[in-house]
């Protein structure tokens, strides 16, 4: 079966010691779970895509947001994760396959699966899982390489779309 791993919003801005406090994800335990699934999947053949949120660099963006602004260091691949390769697409919604050229990679390749790790577990893990689903194509999460800061409350909600959408973890 032909898989790709999405390694999702693994950046500097969510992960490095300058965070914002609201990123209160554990770091060390992520990135290991993150750079474990690499080497795996990169060892097995399969295609290793990283992705990155991306905000207008714009006076108004970094007063509202302060975080992943185009062009800054925060907005890199964190520096502790592993690269493996240069597939690497940049989205500025929370579905990563809005980005036409990885859709149209992931279409031309014919992954039978992706395979979705990485921030937030029920923000843009969870839409890049639904959007592929709206899609035809079929998307797994993986529970060791996921992390989420989300409120029980929005949590909730998301996993009963992630249900009703029979997009499974593994």
């Known amino acids: 079966m032909k898989t790709a791993l999405i390694v999702i919003d693994m950046q500097n801005d969510y992960l490095w010691e300058k965070r914002k406090s609201r990123f209160s994800y554990d770091t060390p335990k992520l990135v290991g779970a993150v750079n474990g699934l ?12 990283y992705i990155r949120h991306i905000i207008q660099n714009l ?10 602004i185009a062009g800054t260091e925060g907005a890199a691949l964190y520096s ?16 990563a396959l809005t980005n036409r050229e990885l859709l149209e990679r992931v279409r031309a390749e014919g992954y039978e699966e992706l395979h979705l790790c990485g921030l937030d577990e029920f923000g843009c893990v969870a839409n890049t899982a639904l959007g ?39």
Do not use: H, W
């Open 38 to 49: 690499i080497r795996r999947y990169a060892a097995e053949g399969s295609d290793v895509i």
């Open 59 to 68: 006076p108004t963006n970094r007063l509202l947001f302060g975080y992943s």
């Open 80 to 95: 502790g994760l592993e690269k493996v390769s240069d597939l690497c697409f940049d989205k500025l919604v929370g579905d």
């Open 132 to 170: 592929a689903s709206k899609r035809g194509i079929t998307a797994r999460i993986l529970r060791e390489g996921t992390a989420t800061v989300m409120p029980e409350g929005k949590a909730d909600k998301m996993k009963a779309k992630l249900q009703a959408a029979k997009i499974e973890y593994i």
